[in-house]
């Protein structure tokens, strides 16, 4: 199989392209996704023919679980489409499993930047999908905020988003460098009250239009950077009057910028790039 390896902020994946619905696609993705032993990459990317928009994309994790939504993934294919000439148009429609999601491709005499519609978050705990306790937390604005989670003895305070994948988050007022995140990310993706597991975002707002933030995707592990978890911590920042309309999220692989205006879609911007190219002989 061809492959090309593509990153967005440090967000790597392999993408291949195919209209191949039948092979093991998680079996693939453990093997070739393995940073000793593969390519190495956060996920496998797979672009494939639709009938119901342009493209379609379906996303595996390093576990081998197919995730709904992947802002920094979706960024990447729309940038090898056009890259690859499969699409001359500035405006694209991709199919995923969380919906269809629209991209536009802005460019300048410098640079080549994606801007993609996330679809409206969902603060409803059951689409999340969350169980939550009645008594426990508070809502702001149709959001689950200040929600209890304990973790070795500690008492996470916690918000729930799904941006068409779920998401805890959790903001400090320290450097997120300094939090343990390689020990409570995995405790806080497999709790009990998540069913289909979660992301977690931990963040530090610096100003009214900045925002600091590592992450624990579900399936992976830390990565550099996560689209759907940028949106879903602009969203949060802003239902809590952190922020305004337009926030940048920065992340350890680099800046995404986030727009949210209290209603209707999250759009997220940033460059994407081509990384190399190879043959998958396995």
Same mark, same amino acid.
């Given at each position: 199989?061809?492959?090309?390896?593509?990153?967005?902020?440090?967000?790597?994946?392999?993408?291949?392209?195919?209209?191949?619905?039948?092979?093991?696609?998680?079996?693939?993705?453990?093997?070739?996704?393995n940073?000793?032993?593969?390519?190495?990459?956060?996920?496998?990317?797979?672009l %494939?023919?639709?009938?119901? *928009?342009?493209?379609?994309?379906?996303?595996?994790?390093? +576990?081998?679980?197919? $995730? #709904?939504?992947?802002?920094?993934?979706?960024?990447?294919?729309?940038?090898?489409?056009?890259?690859?000439?499969?699409?001359?148009?500035?405006?694209?429609?991709?199919?995923?499993?969380?919906?269809?999601?629209?991209?536009?491709?802005?460019?300048?005499?410098?640079?080549?930047?994606?801007?993609?519609?996330?679809?409206?978050?969902?603060?409803?705990?059951?689409?999340?999908?969350?169980?939550?306790?009645?008594?426990?937390?508070?809502?702001?604005?149709?959001?689950?905020?200040?929600?209890?989670?304990?973790i070795?003895?500690?008492?996470?305070?916690?918000?729930?988003?799904? %941006?068409?994948?779920?998401? *805890?988050?959790?903001?400090t007022?320290?450097?997120?460098? +300094?939090?343990?995140? $390689? #020990?409570?990310?995995?405790?806080?993706?497999?709790?009990?009250?998540?069913?289909?597991?979660?992301n977690?975002?931990?963040?530090?707002?610096?100003?009214?239009?900045?925002?600091?933030?590592?992450?624990?995707?579900?399936?992976?592990?830390?990565?550099?950077?996560?689209?759907?978890?940028?949106?879903?911590?602009?969203?949060?920042?802003?239902?809590?009057?952190?922020?305004?309309?337009?926030?940048?999220?920065?992340?350890?692989?680099?800046?995404?910028?986030?727009?949210?205006s209290?209603?209707?879609?999250?759009?997220?911007?940033?460059?994407?790039?081509?990384?190399?190219?190879?043959?998958?002989?396995?």
């Open positions: 199989m061809d492959f090309t390896k593509v990153q967005s902020v440090g967000n790597d994946f392999v993408l291949i392209e195919t209209s191949d619905n039948k092979r093991n696609w998680s079996d693939v993705a453990q093997a070739i996704c940073r000793h032993f593969g390519v190495g990459a956060d996920g496998l990317l797979l %494939m023919p639709s009938d119901k *928009a342009d493209f379609r994309m379906r996303i595996f994790n390093t +576990d081998g679980s197919e $995730a #709904e939504a992947c802002g920094n993934g979706l960024r990447c294919l729309v940038h090898y489409i056009s890259s690859k000439g499969l699409s001359s148009a500035k405006n694209l429609a991709i199919e995923t499993f969380g919906g269809t999601r629209k991209a536009e491709i802005l460019r300048d005499s410098n640079h080549t930047r994606i801007r993609i519609g996330m679809g409206a978050p969902i603060f409803e705990p059951s689409l999340i999908p969350v169980q939550t306790e009645l008594g426990k937390g508070g809502l702001v604005c149709g959001m689950t905020v200040n929600y209890p989670l304990l070795n003895g500690d008492s996470l305070k916690l918000g729930f988003i799904s %941006m068409g994948n779920p998401h *805890a988050l959790y903001f007022d320290k450097a997120v460098a +300094d939090f343990p995140l $390689a #020990e409570i990310g995995p405790r806080v993706e497999t709790s009990a009250m998540f069913p289909k597991k979660t977690f975002e931990v963040a530090r707002v610096i100003n009214s239009r900045s925002i600091e933030m590592r992450v624990w995707e579900r399936g992976v592990g830390e990565t550099l950077a996560c689209g759907s978890g940028a949106c879903a911590v602009a969203v949060a920042a802003w239902i809590l009057g952190f922020t305004g309309d337009k926030v940048d999220i920065k992340l350890p692989g680099g800046k995404l910028s986030a727009e949210w209290g209603q209707g879609d999250v759009y997220l911007t940033g460059e994407a790039e081509i990384v190399f190219t190879g043959c998958w002989s396995k």
